[in-house]
């Protein structure tokens, strides 16, 4: 009897074993099916051995052609699921890709001591610059947020855009908005971040002394919230909110302010140094100076009388003493 040999199936060695193996036990079978044949039956009622091997090899063939097929299939199912995951993480991180192809480049922006600044934004927001300031933003605002970092004092007019707040970062102090028009006052030498909302609403969010997680305090116009950096506390007052921006019409206002915090002010408005004795740095001072009509003299002049005393200049600096506030 003339037998087909099993052809092995593509695949693992052990397939072609397995294949090499059914093959011999087959063969084995039919040799002695044969030999009882030949004594126990006559030619024509013989059992038709080649016709029952090549059934059951098609069915061996078939068994592993129908697993060599899910094979297949299951491969063809991975390669879609990898695609289809390596797409949605690369739309999920579409904007950081976006940056690291095309970064963005980060811009600063400084108003010297006796300068102000305008900046425009990539948004259309405008921010003014007060003094002695600094503004870092980046050149295109990317992602789901515009961020930018103040160091001093800025007047914003932020323009509104919906999904996408318009977050500034002030030291330890993020202040976040949608679209308003707001001052911002954070030196790094004051004890103090002010935060003034002329329309418009605001979140300013600080750090908790007692928890971790952080204050958020929501200030609307004509109120003021002001974060001590010392003892990391928040607390919101009732301002006249326009005469917070005075400075950027060239003017300064002191309302009960202590001197010792006005002379920071006329320091970085007349790009000078202004010295006082200790006793008198305590006592506050109620005055407006226009910067655009009375010059440095007259604004020295109106200081002294608030402290009965008087102002001398030796090697560059304006020394400022007096009997003291009763």
């Known amino acids: 009897m003339e037998r087909k040999p099993l052809k092995p199936v593509p695949g693992k060695s052990s397939d072609k074993k397995r294949s090499v ?39 061996i063939r078939e068994k592993e052609n129908n ?20 797409s949605f993480v690369l739309y999920m991180k579409k904007n950081e890709i976006g940056n690291w192809l095309n970064p963005v ?5 400084r108003a010297a001591k006796g300068q102000t600044v305008l900046v425009k ?40 855009l919906a999904k996408k707040p318009f977050i500034i970062e ?53 109120l003021k919230a002001t974060y001590a950096r010392d003892h990391v506390g928040i607390q919101t007052t009732s301002v006249k909110a326009k005469e917070s921006i005075g400075w950027k019409e060239g003017k300064m206002l002191f309302n009960n302010t202590p001197l010792g915090q006005a002379i920071e002010e006329i320091e970085r408005k007349y790009n000078v140094k202004l010295s006082c004795s200790d006793r008198i740095r305590e006592c506050t001072i109620t005055t ?4 655009n009509d009375e010059g440095l003299g ?21 020394y400022l003493d007096g009997k003291g506030c009763e």
């Open 21 to 59: 193996f059914l093959e011999g036990l087959i063969a084995r079978y039919f040799d002695k099916q044969s030999e009882n044949d030949d004594a126990d039956q006559t030619e024509g009622q013989a059992f038709d051995k080649n016709k029952v091997y090549n059934k059951v090899l098609s069915g």
């Open 67 to 86: 697993s060599c097929r899910r094979i297949y299939v299951l491969r063809v199912a991975a390669s879609i699921l990898l695609v289809f995951s390596l």
């Open 105 to 109: 480049r980060l811009v600063e922006a």
């Open 121 to 160: 934004l990539e948004d259309g927001s405008r921010v003014w610059l007060n003094s002695d300031s600094r503004l870092t933003y980046p050149e295109r605002f990317e992602g789901e947020k515009r961020e930018i970092h103040l160091t001093g004092e800025a007047y914003f007019e932020v323009v509104h």
């Open 170 to 222: 002030s030291g330890e102090v993020k202040t976040v908005v949608l679209g308003t028009s707001f001052n911002i006052k954070a030196y790094p030498h004051n004890r103090k971040v002010e935060v003034t909302v002329l329309t418009g609403k605001v979140a300013v969010i600080t750090p908790d002394s007692k928890k971790e997680t952080a204050n958020t305090v929501y200030v609307t116009p004509d």
């Open 288 to 291: 407006t100076a226009d910067l």
């Open 298 to 318: 007259k604004v020295l002049k109106v200081m002294a009388t608030t402290v009965n005393g008087s102002v001398s200049y030796q090697k560059g600096t304006y």
